[in-house]
């Protein structure tokens, strides 16, 4: 569709119909789960717990300087905004 801004009606060329064919999906029985299959092989080779990233919280549970009191006091900041806020 064209428009015309001038405000002079003049006619405007038509809609083309659609010439390309669709493809029909294939019928479920012949469908592939081949990327769900893999997708639940590396689900399943995932380790449950990440060691390294308990040792690492661990580290920062036994740090008395974490966390920092910078992020504390931002923390306060953005509580004390919400509460304010409700009526």
Do not use: C
């Amino acid at each position: 569709m064209q428009v015309n801004p001038s405000g002079k009606s003049e006619p405007v060329n038509g809609v083309n119909a659609l010439t390309a064919t669709r493809r029909s999906a294939p019928p479920a029985e012949e469908a592939s789960f081949s990327r769900l299959d893999n997708l639940r092989l590396a689900l399943d080779q995932t380790p449950a717990v990440r060691d390294t990233e308990v040792l690492r919280a661990k580290k920062l549970v036994g740090d008395v300087q974490y966390p920092p009191d910078e992020t504390v006091r931002r923390i306060a900041n953005l509580l004390a905004i919400h509460l304010s806020e409700r009526p």
